[in-house]
């Protein structure tokens, strides 16, 4: 049983923030896959079901980011998952908008979602990165907490959806051909990084 979990923050308040761009992938999984519906379970909302031929439970944490790890490890403890059967979606101050990097293990770059899943689990499982733009140290918190512009929602929606149909590859742990497959998707839309960023600051 592989777990897909999604990083964010639970309730509408949050639902459209940058620092939720994880849930939205896992979400989009989830639909794109035709996936069952929600329902409440390890401290969060969990589905279940194949995504070409392998078993997946995708979770969505609801104790906040900062205790993410809470959820997944509960999670963990009832499938008997491994560590190496852990993906974890999530945003990235450190890569440009719209630019997907999957990675086993590595730091956390201070975010709290990944601290606290460490804390709990340990540190090498996967993580797909998903770029969102650093906005200068002294304004982290207010940005990741602050809603996609309209100017953004185009390529933030492309980019799930992008994700969702290429999740089987992910599935199989072909991660290097996911992450280029969801490049050449994103550039043949034109949302290539630059002119993502170029729009953004139009």
């Known amino acids: 049983m592989l777990l897909f979990v ?4 639970p309730g509408a308040k949050y639902a459209g923030n940058r620092h939720n761009i994880g849930f939205m992938a896992v979400e989009a999984i989830a639909k794109r896959h035709g996936l069952p ?3 409440r379970r390890f401290q969060g909302v969990a589905t279940e079901g194949p995504i070409n031929g392998v078993r997946v439970q995708l979770l969505l944490p609801g104790t906040f980011m900062n205790e993410s790890g809470r959820a997944v490890v509960e999670a963990m ?3 008997k998952t491994t560590l190496a059967d852990v993906v974890v979606f999530h945003d990235e101050l450190d890569l440009p908008p719209a630019k997907v990097r999957v990675k086993l293990g590595g730091g956390i770059a201070g975010h709290n979602g990944l601290r606290s899943i460490t804390e709990h689990i340990g540190n090498d499982y996967r993580r797909v990165r998903l770029g969102i ?19 953004e ?19 199989r ?9 969801v490049h050449l ?3 043949a839309k034109g949302f290539t990084p630059d002119v993502v960023v170029g729009k953004a600051a139009n």
């Open 6 to 9: 999604g990083l964010g923050n």
């Open 37 to 39: 519906p929600w329902r």
């Open 173 to 181: 742990g072909e991660d290097s051909t996911f992450q280029n497959k």
């Open 153 to 171: 929602r185009p390529w933030v929606e492309a980019l799930t959806d992008i994700i969702a149909d290429n999740a089987q590859l992910l599935a």
């Open 185 to 187: 998707a994103m550039d």
């Open 77 to 79: 403890h009832f499938y």
């Open 133 to 151: 733009g650093h906005p200068g140290k002294e304004q982290v918190l207010s940005y990741v907490l602050n809603d996609f512009a309209k100017s």
